[in-house]
Structure formats: structure tokens, C-alpha cells
């Protein structure tokens, strides 16, 4: 008897599984088929009853016990339907919201297909409520079983017959007897390459159990529509053995020369035609390699639910990919620098030349045991890439230098390091669009903004800076080569601003700074320089300070460093304890000062902290 038979009469599921075309009895299997229902029970729960935000589905494949994990986002209206089709479960399914109070769900879906996947168990809802799911998978010969041809899972530890033949001698991977299991999951690869053809493109799993594997080499993944999927982050562990060290040969690499880089100084190489590769319920780590999983020109790369602990240079390492998806990770102390003289740091995550990609709800660390400087995000040249919703506390949060960036969009962060985005005379400006949109972040260190950059534009964020550490200007431009710009930073609040708002070395014109408020304490080390440091070769009619309110507690503070800086456009300013106002106009013209609206948002993996005005706070359920 299956479970949805052990749970409910046939008569409440309305077919919910495909019914026999002889038959209204849906527990009647269709031959050569795999589904996946969900079930309301028959008499309604109570609207209101708190259900979670996502369902866990235990299911049994070839013997081994593995796990999925389906979280949606459910619509407003009751009626709407379905979201999240790219969901591999729930392709082609709807999904409706019961209560329109956002943590109350019940929700049923009809038919998924899960093709390839044996008997599943019933997911059990902590409340004490209970979705039902089922599934069928019976071949023509009316016996529950998937055949060799069909096989979707792999278990590293429990081989199918087909890759023992295709590999004599080969043998199951063993989890916690370091042994090296490189050749056992190289063989695994190697096989499903061979499977796939134009006819035959199907997508495999390769499960990795709960324990510790050993790698004395490199693992080249040259196949697509492989998914790399362990028992959960700290269950399943990848780690190199003592054989696996490469020393720092080749670092720092060429950043935007692909074969400088040491391809076998990495867990995973991923080639040219590693497509729809994905990553997800593991931890990695290599201490005496370079990082842990590369990947040159490859598109549909996801990595998420996974730990990066401790590698030399950059965990996550690629050359001119696309539709990359980074999310749900955590990196700690996995993007250190060079050896030498360089000075030259990775990245938890480096990438060159990438584009239609997104980087959010990642945990990016150092520990105090690294030594030397820790980078989060770096990357050469970046297009229509979002970074959002990390919690990044590293030296240098990101780093995107030099390049052409265009359409990026860096929002929703904890940073505590310096977005660095420096390019030579500011960089091109895309037509009818911009190349840097930094908003709703969360800065806490001083130094927050590496600048020459053309078409950015900065707005809706905190810098809040402790007292005690104002070492740096909030804006710092080292670039001598004038820059154009523009720049536009408005509606921040910014608390504390160190020596400075903003200091350029070189002419940066087309400045515009507005609606902000700014508010200067006492610090350490009493700051008397103006708060705007401009190159007295300035086109000063393109730098603009209005509507701003702008306010020094303790000590005065002067606006401008320079007699040319009061050639600037000042107006409309909310001005207090600033030591220079008589040296320049600021005609009022009756627009809104300070912020326009006020700041409330949340920062962080899945919004952790709770940004209010200058306040800071860890994000509480009831919120």
C-alpha cells in the first residue's frame, strides 16, 4: 500500500497523481512514469495555523536515503498560482497560498514529475499537520525499479553494476577510511559523460553520503547536467589528503589570463563543457591548495548550501562564465593573499569576465587564525550581475578594479570591508544605463568606497563608523588620470565620517552630492579637515552639494580643503557647527532636505540585520 493509501481515501486526492486511463483509482501506476503530489488533508486546517516557509521530502532512490529541500515564495492572493517553475520538482505545478498572512501556508500542488526517482516517504510538518507526498515509479514490468539506462542518482558509495563493468577493479567510495576517493568519483564522472548523448542529455545526481571523503587529485568534471550533492553542510565533507599539495606556485595568477592559472590546485576543474553543473549539502576544504572548484567558460553553474573552510587563494575560482548562481553559502577564510612581495589577494569567490550572474545570501569570513589579508567578492569585469543580501567581513568585502564593469548591482549587504571599484580615468559608461548601483547596504568601516568609477550611482545606505577607527575617507580616489564621471550619492545617512566624505587625488568632476544626512561626532583623534577633498583642477560647476543635512558634534568641521572647492555649486543646505559657511553661499530654494524618505531595511543573509536610520539591529522573528 503506498502512503498517500496509507493517509487518505482516493476520493480526496481528485487524480491528484495521473490516473490509469482504465481506472479512476489515481494509486493505479501509469507504466514508464515517475510523479510527485502533494495532498490537502479532508477536513481544512485552520488558516491561521503556522505553517514553515519550506517542506523537506525524504525519498528512497536505488536503497539509499537521501533528502530534498523545496522553500518557495508563495503569492499574495489566495488565487495566484505558481511560482518557482524552474524548481527540477515542481516543473509544470501550482502552488496556492491558503491565508494571506505571509508565515501562514497551505498549499497543494498537483502533478511533478521527479522521473527516475523510486518509493517516497511522507514529509511530516512540525506543527503536528501533515502535507502528504507520494510518488509511483513502476516499469512496464509492473516491478518498483529504475533501469540502468534510467539512472538518475549515483551514490558514491553504492555503484550500479554498469560503472563496476565500465571500470574493472573500481571500487565504492568509503566514507571516514582515509582512503583516497578521487578515483571512484572520477570514474562516476567519467560514466555519466559516456551516458549522455544528443538523444539521451538526461541530468544525473552524484550523491555523496554523510562522512568524510578523501581527494588526492583534482576532479575533472567534463560533463553537463551533473549535480554534485552531499548529506548537508558539516555531514558531508570533501578534504584533501596529505598527497594533495601544490604549494603557492603560480600565485598570484593572472587574474585575466586563464592559463596562468594552476587548474590542478583546485578540488574541481570544471571544463569547457561542464554546463548545468550545480553544487549543494557538502563542506570543502583544502588548506594546502589554491581552491575548490574552477571553471572556465562555463554557463548554469549553481553553488548553494555549501561550506568553503580554508583554502589559499580562492574557493570559488572562474574564467568568463554566465548564469551563475553563488547562494546560500558559507566561505571562511577562503580567499587569502600570495606569498611575497605582491601583496596580491583572491577571493572567497574570484571571478573574470562574468555576466548574467548573481552572488547573494552568502556568509564570507576571516577567522583569526588567517594571517594576511581575506577578500570576499573579486572579479574582473562584471555585466547585469547582481551582489546582494551577504553578510561579508573580510579587509576588502568587494573587489571589481580596472575593467569595464557594466549593469551591476550591489545591494541588501552587511559589509564590513571596502567595496573597491577603482577603474584608469573612471571607466566607460554604458549607454542609457550604469556600471555601478550600490543600495540598501550596511557600511561599518571608514574606508567604504575605492573610487575612480564613471556612472555609479550610490543611495539608500548607512555608513556608521565607530568613532574610534577613522583612519579613512568614506569616498577614496587615488587615480590621478581626470575622471568624468558621474557620480550620484544621495539619500544616505552617514554617521561618523572619518577624515572625510570624499577625497579624489586626480580631477573627478560631475560630483553630485545630495539629500544625505551626515552627522560628524567627537572622534579619537579630533578630525579639522573639510569633510570634501577636490582637486583644484576641477570643472567645479559640475560638482553639486545640496539638500543635505549636515551636522558636527564637538568639533567644527570645515566643508571644503581647498579655497577652489568653494567654486562648487552649495546650496540648500541644513548646515550646523561647519566651520567654513561663511566662506560660501548656500542659497535656500525651498526643496526637501536630508532624506527624502526614511531608511528601514533589512541587510544580510535572508535580512539577519534590521537597518533603522543609523541603528543596526539582528533581525527578530516577529519581524
Known sequence: MSVLENSFSTSQLDCALPCSPTTSDPFTPVPHSSHLAYVLPQDPLDVYSPLPESIHIDYVDHGDLLSSSLSHQFPTSQQNSAIDLSDPLLNNTAVYKLSNTEDDMLFYTPVADVSGLGTLTDAAITNGNTIVAGVSSVAADGKNNVSD?????????????????????????????????????????????????????????????????????????????????????????????????????????????????????????????ADDVSFTGMTLTGPDIHGAIFGNRTHDLTISDVEFNNFLWSAIRLFSASDVKIQDNTFIDAGGQAEGDSGVTGGAIFATYLKDSEISHNHISKSG??????????????????????????????????????????????????????????????????????????????????????????????????????????????????????????????????????????????????????????????????????????????????????????????????????????????????????????????????LIEPLLFKVGVRGEFTVDGPKLTPTSRAD
Not at 157 to 165: G, M
Not at 408 to 434: R, T, Y
Open 149 to 273: 539506462n534510467a539512472i538518475t542518482t549515483i551514490d558514491i558509495t553504492n555503484l550500479p553494476q554498469k560503472i563496476f563493468e565500465a571500470n574493472p577493479g573500481l571500487d565504492n567510495a568509503v566514507a571516514n577510511d582515509g582512503r583516497d576517493d578521487a578515483d571512484t568519483i572520477q570514474a562516476v564522472i567519467q560514466w555519466v559523460q559516456s551516458q549522455q548523448t544528443a538523444d539521451n542529455p538526461s541530468a544525473t545526481t552524484i550523491y555523496i553520503p554523510e562522512g568524510t571523503f578523501d581527494l588526492a587529485e583534482t576532479l575533472k568534471v567534463n560533463t553537463a547536467d551533473v549535480t554534485f550533492k552531499g548529506a548537508g553542510v558539516g555531514r558531508t565533507t570533501l578534504q584533501t589528503t596529505n598527497r594533495f599539495k601544490v604549494g603557492t606556485t603560480g600565485l598570484p595568477d593572472g587574474e585575466t589570463v586563464v592559463d596562468s592559472v594552476n587548474r590542478s590546485a583546485y578540488l574541481f576543474d570544471l571544463t569547457e563543457n
Open 369 to 594: 587564525e588567517r594571517e594576511g589579508n581575506v577578500y570576499g567578492i573579486k572579479g574582473r569585469q562584471f555585466k547585469d550581475t547582481r551582489i546582494h543580501n551577504n553578510t561579508i567581513r573580510t579587509n576588502f568585502a568587494i573587489e571589481l578594479p580596472f575593467e569595464h564593469d557594466s549593469f551591476v548591482e550591489i545591494d541588501h549587504n552587511f559589509l564590513g570591508g571596502v567595496i573597491s571599484v577603482p577603474k584608469f580615468a573612471g571607466g566607460k559608461v554604458p549607454e542609457a544605463g550604469f556600471t555601478f548601483h550600490i543600495h540598501h547596504n550596511y557600511f561599518n568601516q571608514s574606508y567604504s568606497l575605492e573610487w575612480a568609477r564613471n556612472g555609479a550611482e550610490v543611495n539608500h545606505n548607512v555608513f556608521a563608523f565607530d568613532p574610534a577607527k577613522d583612519n579613512g575617507n568614506l569616498i577614496s580616489n587615488f587615480d590621478v588620470e581626470p575622471a568624468q564621471g558621474p557620480t550620484k550619492f544621495h539619500n544616505n545617512i552617514i554617521l561618523n565620517p572619518g577624515r572625510g566624505i570624499a577625497w579624489h587625488k586626480g580631477v573627478y568632476n560631475n560630483f553630485a552630492f545630495y539629500n544625505n544626512e551626515v552627522i560628524a561626532n567627537k572622534t579619537v583623534t579630533p578630525r579639522k579637515d573639510g569633510l570634501f577633498g577636490f582637486n583644484p583642477d576641477t570643472d567645479f560647476s559640475t560638482i553639486e552639494i545640496r539638500d543635505n543635512v549636515m551636522t558636527a558634534k564637538g568639533t567644527s568641521r570645515p566643508l571644503m580643503r581647498n579655497q577652489a572647492s568653494y567654486d562648487a555649486v552649495i546650496q540648500n543646505n541644513d548646515l550646523t557647527n561647519i566651520s567654513d559657511v561663511n566662506r560660501f553661499d548656500n542659497p535656500s530654494t525651498g526643496a526637501p532636505k536630508g
